[in-house]
């Protein structure tokens, strides 16, 4: 049975939906209205230690909590649940694949299938990417946009696309993965195992491996030695690596340019591959770094990338921040409705239209 | 008006079309059965030099020449006209925008409103990568696949993409340039202004502009250096190249596996970004090289790219040749007849249904 069967679409259109967010250091849950306000929330560290039953545990938990608060204050009862999750995840079957920064015990997870039994309610899964596009383009920075690009430059590098109105999400639902483009293919190692991806050049997990590799090599970098002998015992991190290029150490300031023209040169093979309206920039890195990152991608856009497409394109901030893995859950929940593509696990759909 | 309805689509589903693929070099033209068989046709040098009147004259020409061969030999009458040349383009508006390869007579025409009007059918135009993916999907390498990658790699490299069984064309029309993924960021500069972009890796052109700056450079290229001199004045050209990386050049083979590897880093990019069940991969150089071009890309996707996608791909050579560009008039009308997406020029749709 479709996801879609369990819940009656006229009904669906005006009931808050509940929202899960599930990242590897916190899960987040909210109440999210009809037009997309967030009102009873809560937010936990996600004990990814303690093993998956745990930390399913605690999400059903948490949904229930706020599921009472919301009701308690008078409010219309969820009637489905979204849910943002990290990547490779099978979106038709509402399972986990295998998530690197959940752990061994997330495998094969149907996530899913437990959590709407639990709750008694349908549910509905995609990668945390595809759901902030959704919910950038429902209430964000890519309103009424049909042809629509995000990515998020923070610890890793995703991506989404929406194009022509329709999310792209390829046979098996893992399509969109941007920080996969390789930029330079005889580059650093990523951890896919591909050269020089996107990914490995501008992610946060990507520059500090280049920050450490660069004092394993010995290479001149006096303030980024010093930040790592401060810090010491615990790992370089990215922002060490930024703030020993701003204090002028020629190979953190190389490693920073290099992330940051990696960045410009896939965006321009963006902008050419998909003649986007709007590409939204997201992600922590992207948030704290504001222009220094955005403004070479553009003028890089500007120089090189094909006519029509660099004069239609703008590359924009996201606007939602934080909740925007909240908020999206109810285009998410929408788009599972109109049946046209998520579906949520045959066996518990059944137990919601009670 | 919609093209759709200048033709009602119960007779243009059992009608032939007229097929008008306008090349930099030649021209061809053919009816096409409506079960994709090609009958009578044409071919002609395209007198880029005579300008763009000359050029439509010949098109125009050469098409009534073989309606007049097809109803001769009892033939039913044509209803629609499938235009593939070289972008960019503008297939909403039936246009040709800046095509570098036809030379600066045909920037803006309007080659759908013309060649309606003289012929009295209805017409429509896109991108030949994009007439090359609709006919692969329709009668060639691609039946039944709707997560469908298309490269070209000849003279230029150019592509095409079908994602959830709909054509990518974004708002311009321009996407699907999979020719300009920048592969090596710090790399030779491309024809576009970009730098490393698979184009300038791995077309045609590319490597032959990698062959005369080797020899300019002075690098250690003895045969590819004697092959120059035989053919002078005439300028190198990619088969050269690959002529002396085989006689055992040390430069010659350095250009051919660097563009072999671009290739292959870009099908793991392809592969990622658009989770394809299959890539298809035409050309003069792809048919010419064949295993020596896509066995690496495969070796490297298996090895690097996201496991559920590469598992889920195949690649493959393309299967129509040289007619793609007239097959693929077929699918490529019934697109514009079902009004998704091509439109011919509101002027002259009238014309037709009379």
Chains 1, 2 share one sequence.
């Not at 489905?80 to 495998?107: C, E, H």
């Not at 549910?123 to 309103?143: K, N, S």
């Not at 660099?310 to 999206?328: H, Q, T």
Request: charged fraction near 15%.
């Amino acid at each position: 049975m479709l996801f879609a069967d369990a819940v009656t679409p006229s009904l669906a259109a005006n009931s808050p939906v509940l929202a899960l967010d599930l990242g590897g250091t916190h899960l987040r849950t909210a109440v999210v209205s009809a037009d997309g306000v967030i009102g009873a929330r809560d937010r936990r560290r996600t004990l990814t230690v303690r093993g998956a039953d745990a930390v399913m545990a605690d999400c059903a938990d948490s949904l229930r909590q706020i599921t009472q608060q919301h009701l308690a204050a008078g409010g219309q009862r969820p009637t489905a649940l979204g849910i943002s999750a990290p990547g490779p995840l099978d979106p038709f079957r509402g399972v986990f694949q295998d998530p690197p920064n959940l752990g061994r015990s997330f495998w094969e997870l149907p996530i899913v299938d437990h959590l709407s039994s639990v709750l008694g309610v349908p549910a509905t899964l995609e990668r945390d990417t595809q759901v902030a596009i959704l919910g950038e383009r429902a209430f964000g920075a890519g309103i009424g946009v049909n042809d629509l690009v995000y990515v998020t430059v923070s610890t890793g590098i995703g991506g989404a696309v929406i194009s022509g109105g329709t999310l792209m999400r390829g046979p098996d639902g893992v399509a969109g993965e941007l920080g996969h483009i390789a930029v330079d293919m005889n580059g650093p190692v990523c951890g896919c195992g591909g050269r020089g991806h996107l990914e490995r050049m501008t992610s946060g997990t990507g520059m500090a491996r280049s920050g450490m590799d660069a004092l394993e090599a010995g290479l001149d970098a006096p303030e980024l030695a010093r930040i790592a002998a401060n810090i010491a015992p615990s790992p370089l991190e990215a922002h060490h690596v930024y703030d020993a290029a701003a204090a002028g150490d020629p190979t953190a300031r190389r490693i920073i340019d290099t992330a940051i023209h990696a960045f410009a040169a896939a965006a321009v093979s963006i902008v050419d591959i998909f003649n986007p309206q709007r590409i939204i920039v997201g992600g922590g890195i992207a948030l704290a770094w504001g222009e220094a990152l955005l403004g070479p991608a553009r003028d890089l856009v500007a120089k090189t990338a094909f006519r029509v497409a660099r004069e239609r394109v703008s590359i924009v901030p996201a606007s939602l921040g934080d909740d925007v893995g909240l908020i999206g859950a109810l285009p998410l929940v929408r788009l599972a409705l109109s049946g046209r593509s998520t579906q949520a696990h045959p066996e518990f759909a059944s137990a919601v239209t009670a």
